[in-house]
């Protein structure tokens, strides 16, 4: 079955608003969450990542948002710009990030 | 940021023959890795490779797969004999030590027909 799960296929947000993306977990042992952005035909490329013994951490417009116990973690970006128009993938590891878990992908599409 | 590149971006093969994927990863990192994505499915891990061995491996790394990086140059996948199920991109990744961000190239598109 599938360990990482993300549960919306696409996300649309007006310009200036708030992009919230979410993701879902199974395996108790995972203790890295990451979230990748990809657009088509490119590499898919690190914009922030956790471990499990924090459960909050801000970049800039970026903030990830790790709920151990339900198992789920997400992702916010403030003032959403046309440009984080792409796909974004979440992703597990445990013991180290030496086997990540994706998950499907939403694609958020921001919209003038 | 760094960079791993992967040759060629597309490949078309006939089933049975052999196939080889190039993997240039960023020059400094240590722990290489391959990750499959069928159309329409997620990213799903193959294999890691460090200090010329392979340390995990899923069930999708199936006998007819191999990886090697012969004396510092390409991390390689291979596969041979190829089968339809094969299609896919492939994506490659390298991290300078297991613990730290993975880094992945832009993927192979593999057709086998």
């Known amino acids: 079955g599938q360990q990482v799960k993300q549960s919306s296929p696409s996300l649309t947000v007006q310009e200036g608003g708030i992009s919230i993306l979410n993701c879902d977990y199974e395996?108790?042992?995972?203790?890295?969450f990451a979230w990748y952005k990809k657009y088509p035909d490119n590499s898919p490329t690190l914009l922030i990542s956790?471990?499990?013994?924090?459960d909050k951490r801000e970049d800039g417009r970026l903030t990830v948002f790790l709920n151990k116990s339900g198992k789920h973690f997400s992702l916010h970006i403030t003032a959403s710009q046309p440009e984080d128009t792409a796909v974004y993938l979440c992703?597990?590891?445990?013991?180290?990030?030496?086997?990540?878990?994706f998950g499907q992908g939403t694609v958020l599409s921001v919209i003038p | 940021g760094p960079k791993v590149l992967q040759i060629p971006s597309h490949q078309i093969i006939d089933m049975g023959q052999m196939v080889t994927l190039n993997c240039d990863p960023v020059s400094n990192h240590l722990y290489f890795y391959w990750y499959k994505q069928i159309l329409g499915q997620q990213m799903e891990f193959l294999v890691n490779?460090?200090?010329?061995?392979?340390?995990?491996k899923s069930k999708l790394f199936k006998d007819q797969f191999s990886v090697e990086r012969p004396d510092g140059s390409y991390f390689t996948l291979k596969i041979q004999p190829t089968a339809l199920e094969d299609s896919a991109v492939y994506f490659c990744a390298s991290s300078l030590a297991g613990t730290d961000t993975q880094y992945f190239g832009p993927g192979t598109r593999l057709l086998v027909l």
């Open positions: 956790v471990r499990s013994n924090v």
């Open positions: 490779f460090y200090n010329g061995k392979v340390m995990e």
């Open positions: 992703a597990a590891g445990d013991g180290g990030n030496n086997k990540l878990t």
């Open positions: 395996n108790d042992m995972f203790d890295y």
